[in-house]
């Protein structure tokens, strides 16, 4: 992406010689475009015109065959450009807060402008685009600035601008490009030189992310007829990447990385936030007919990705903060995605980069980049003096350290690096080579044959560490049998055995617990979950003990751990339920029963028995005032109502609230809820 000047000695041009530098004096500056020639309108940005009627309009000035670029010499002839029909007066028409866009309809045009010419189709990532603008941190107008698209979708925070929201909900396109004050309401061309959006607004939390209102919004706005939308080609480069990227989402953490599929149902993604044995939650990419989806709300609902068919859960097989790499197993493959093959040759300083990430500072995710390297070298990626240096390239990318994982590849689609959550300079990001990737991937894949004496050596000094684990596996076996059939003395001498050969053995660790009573077992617990490796029945089984000691925050917590990898399990989201009960959270635990009978229909028996379990309790607790317990049963059905796939379970839900919110008295509406929830039983 770079920052040039447009010299030209024409404006023969469609692009320039339909822009135009709009100055509302001492409020606020910009660029707009015309959009149409017979009744002299042109769009900018409502920002630009902020509450202003009249604006001056400047347009492109070629003097002695030179298109003027500087700004001062604009402002120094203003009247000789009056003259000249290159300065108008703009009278602002109407404004618009929803899409930040303003009219203005203009007292006179340049002989030779022309009027921009509408894309009909949402360019795909990747796409290059071109933007004008008129920044006011430079000297120049009529600055051009190129750069790709990185995803587009809808703009669910807008933006702020004087304490209101503008272009909230809008149809947006994100670009890399560097927006500053003065390029708002710049014309935003695809290659064929047609508008697909206005320039509106950057994102600061996120490198080179512009806002641009598309050109569908612009034309809504205009109140003009859409045509036909024509299919979008996808840029081979981009699409590769959304193709075999994912969303790798550790448990118990607010870390969220990219990771890139190296084979159906194996990813590779950076170290931070992960423990080797632990498990995460992993969103593919929705498709949703002709695009891919990057809106981030369209990922926070776990259950529903699973559902979908797109949520996979993953085990942490290998970690290495060196290098800053992670393998991850996936518990099934992903056949609609492609994986990447990894390059044979790391780059050379200046070849071209394609990346793609889940920054923050946006409200999308899947976000596509493009850059270079600029160079290549061994640097330290770990913290710590005795950090080691590895190989990595030096990517002029606008990537994020709280945000790495992500592939970065070469132009023939091969994957050349891994993004890394080194801190770097701004437009700098550090990504380990393809040859660091290879060697840890030999070391880490230890049940394929090694390619290196590294590799070799670390299989030779795992041998005894993997054969301790299998035969405390075993032992842990012999002793759960030992414990269902009532040998218990046999059952301990077994755990301690398995326990002796690996401390955080947790089938061992779970068994003992079950013989004991729920203070010890508790610790018993706590010391195979310290230990790792991530095993759903210990944290399971350690949420309902919580729960029988009253500490129903830890209840909760080890639910939740659970469900951040396997959001349709139904025991957790019952479990996560009972734990809300007990913290007097009534609400959150009716939605969790619905959650669980989203996830499996046929969980209604147990969910009902939970329903009318607390409402027993509230009937004893408040024996004098039955409409607790209705309100109750009430919250409870709503929630049910609300998580059933069901259309007839809906209705018939429906039906029994407002039957009950017929009842004469509380204690009527009380027999009639709980006889409705028994039936269910």
Same mark, same amino acid.
């Given at each position: ?47 630009? $015109? ?35 029909? &290159?300065?108008?007066? #703009? ?20 002989? =030779? ?30 600055? $051009? ?66 806002? &641009? /209102? ?20 996808? $840029? ?28 159906? %149902? ?19 990419? /929705? ?5 891919? $989806?990057?809106?981030?709300?369209? +990922? ?71 850059? !270079? ?39 023939? =689609? ?11 300079? *701004?437009?700098?990001? +550090? ?62 001498? *077994? ?14 660790? &779970? ?28 944290? &399971? ?52 029963? #619905?959650? !669980? ?57 429906? %039906? ?9 008295? %509380? ?15």
């Amino acid at each position: 992406m770079w920052l040039t000047l447009l010299v030209a000695a024409s404006l023969a041009e469609p692009s320039l010689s339909s822009c135009a530098w709009v100055r509302a004096e001492n409020d606020s500056a910009g660029t707009g475009f015309v959009v149409g020639t017979d009744k002299r309108l042109l769009v900018t940005c409502r920002h630009v $015109v902020a509450d202003r009627k009249n604006v001056d309009v400047f347009f492109p000035w070629v003097r002695d065959g030179s298109l003027v670029t500087d700004r001062a010499e604009y402002l120094r002839n203003r009247s000789k450009l009056r003259e000249l029909g &290159l300065l108008a007066t #703009g009278t602002v028409l109407k404004t618009s807060d929803e899409f930040d866009l303003a009219l203005l309809a203009l007292d006179s045009l340049p002989r =030779g402008t022309r009027a921009v010419t509408f894309a009909t189709e949402v360019p795909p990532p990747g796409t290059e685009l071109c933007v004008i603008g008129n920044r006011l941190d430079l000297d120049t107008v009529w600055n $051009v600035t190129r750069g790709p698209l990185r995803t587009s979708g809808q703009l669910r925070d807008g933006y702020f601008w004087r304490g209101k929201k503008l272009a909230l909900n809008a149809n947006a396109l994100i670009a890399q490009f560097p927006t500053e004050e003065g390029d708002s309401g710049g014309p935003v061309f695809n290659p064929r030189g047609e508008v697909v959006g206005a320039n509106c607004a950057l994102r600061r939390a996120c490198p080179l992310a512009s806002v &641009l /209102i598309s050109a569908t919004d612009i034309r809504a706005f205009l109140h003009s007829p859409a045509e036909p939308a024509k299919p979008a080609r996808p $840029v081979p480069a981009a699409d590769a990447l959304t193709r075999a990227t994912v969303w790798v989402k550790p448990t118990a953490t607010d870390v969220h990385l990219a990771g890139v599929l190296i084979e159906p %149902d194996v990813v590779l993604t950076a170290a931070r936030g992960l423990t080797a044995g632990g498990c995460v939650g992993v969103a593919l990419p /929705i498709r949703e007919g002709d695009h891919w $989806v990057s809106e981030r709300d369209a +990922y926070a609902d776990p259950l529903g990705l699973h559902l979908q068919g797109v949520w996979r859960s993953g085990t942490v097989l290998a970690r290495d903060t060196g290098r800053d790499l992670a393998l991850v197993q996936l518990d099934s493959p992903s056949h609609a995605l492609k994986p990447l093959p990894l390059a044979e040759h790391v780059p050379a300083a200046g070849d071209a980069l394609h990346a793609l990430s889940h920054p923050n500072g946006l409200e999308f995710a899947w976000v596509y980049s493009s850059g !270079s390297v600029r160079q290549r070298g061994n640097v330290a990626l770990d913290l710590g003096e005795r950090a080691p240096r590895v190989e990595v390239l030096v990517c002029q990318l606008p990537a994020q350290a709280g945000s790495p994982g992500g592939p970065v590849t070469n132009a023939a =689609g091969e994957l050349v690096g891994i993004l890394s959550s080194r801190d770097g300079a *701004q437009q700098v990001g +550090y990504a380990v080579t393809a040859d660091e990737i290879r060697a840890f991937l030999d070391e880490s894949r230890r049940n394929t044959p090694p390619t290196s004496l590294a590799g070799l050596l670390t299989r030779l000094e795992a041998v005894p560490r993997t054969q301790r684990v299998v035969w405390a596996r075993a032992l842990a076996r012999q002793a759960d049998a030992h414990r269902a059939a009532g040998r218990l003395t046999d059952a301990q001498r *077994q755990c301690e055995g398995a326990i002796s050969l690996d401390a955080g053995c947790p089938d061992a660790r &779970l068994c003992r617990s079950r013989m004991l009573a729920a203070a010890p077992a508790l610790a018993e617990l706590d010391a195979a979950v310290e230990a790792g490796p991530f095993h759903r029945d210990v944290l &399971l089984r350690r949420s309902a003990l919580a729960r029988e000691v009253k500490d129903f925050r830890k209840a909760r917590g080890d639910a939740a751990c659970v469900l951040d990898a396997f959001p349709a399990d139904t025991d957790a989201r019952e479990a996560l339920a009972l734990a809300y009960l007990g913290l007097g959270d009534d609400a959150k635990a009716a939605t969790a029963l #619905g959650e !669980s009978v989203r996830a499996d229909p046929a969980r209604m028996k147990s969910v009902a028995g939970i329903i009318l379990a607390h409402a027993a309790v509230l009937e004893q607790k408040f024996p004098d005032t039955p409409g607790t317990a209705a309100n109750w049963l009430a919250s409870a059905l709503t929630g049910v109502q609300k998580g059933t796939r069901s259309p007839h379970r809906r209705t018939a839900i429906a %039906d029994a609230l407002k039957a009950a919110g017929a009842a004469k008295d %509380d204690a009527t509406r009380l027999a009639q809820l709980r006889a409705w929830v028994h039936k269910e039983r």
